[in-house]
């Protein structure tokens, strides 16, 4: 019930935001008494904690999980290809999470301590794909290896945007167009695409 609750609350804050979501309402949509969420969840901040958080294990879960097994060559389009993936599937719970990091709504709503604790989770997912990325640049290329992350992650998050799975391109051909991307901003010749897996 508790992880309902969160995926439940984690839909109605992308439809309705955050501010506009009331306790009780939430209630109703997972068929619970008011006073009976608070068994769950102490606050409505402390859901919205709960909520990230979840959101946050399950991304990075599918993204970094056994990535140590892939050749370090291979690592960076791997984690590109996952990680578009899963913004792909679940567009919904990734359109949301991107309105609950923002930095001025965790500013407005989450305690310091939690702003901190998501930011440094990201910033520590970038500086590993930024880590990957140094390994294809050559030390006279005038390219900023910050940017080049940004860039490239930015890319990957937009795919919960504009990735249609009824429009023109296949899942598997807008996930290489990602890649392409990534491999334009690096110079480098686009890797053969395996059958990276949906998340379950």
């Keep these: 019930m508790r992880n309902r609750i969160l995926l439940v609350a984690i839909a109605l804050f992308a439809e309705r935001g955050y501010e506009n979501?009331?306790?009780?309402?939430?209630?109703?949509?997972?068929?619970?008494?008011?006073?009976?969420?608070?068994?769950?969840?102490?606050?409505?901040?402390?859901?919205?904690?709960?909520?990230?958080?979840?959101?946050?294990?399950?991304?990075?879960?599918?993204?970094?999980?056994?990535?140590?097994?892939?050749?370090?060559?291979?690592?960076?389009?791997?984690?590109?290809?996952?990680?578009?993936?899963?913004?792909?599937?679940?567009?919904?719970?990734?359109?949301?999470?991107?309105?609950?990091?923002?930095?001025?709504?965790?500013?407005?709503?989450?305690?310091?301590?939690?702003?901190?604790?998501?930011?440094?989770?990201?910033?520590?997912?970038?500086?590993?794909?930024?880590?990957?990325?140094?390994d294809h640049v050559k030390e006279d290329d005038p390219l900023d290896i910050k940017i080049a992350t940004l860039a490239i992650l930015i890319q990957c998050d937009r795919m919960a945007y504009w990735y249609k799975p009824d429009g023109e391109l296949s899942f598997n051909e807008a996930l290489q167009q990602v890649v392409i991307f990534a491999c334009r901003i690096l110079r480098k010749r686009p890797p053969p695409m395996p059958s990276s897996p949906r998340p379950n």
Excluded: C
């Design 21 to 134: 979501l009331s306790m009780r309402t939430l209630a109703s949509w997972v068929g619970l008494k008011p006073s009976t969420l608070y068994n769950y969840h102490q606050s409505k901040q402390a859901l919205l904690i709960d909520a990230i958080e979840l959101i946050m294990d399950d991304f990075f879960g599918f993204i970094l999980n056994d990535i140590d097994a892939i050749p370090r060559a291979q690592r960076l389009f791997e984690i590109i290809r996952r990680h578009a993936s899963y913004k792909m599937t679940y567009q919904l719970i990734s359109r949301a999470n991107d309105r609950l990091i923002d930095p001025g709504f965790t500013k407005m709503f989450l305690p310091e301590d939690a702003a901190r604790h998501f930011i440094g989770r990201m910033a520590e997912y970038r500086h590993i794909v930024q880590d990957l990325i140094t």
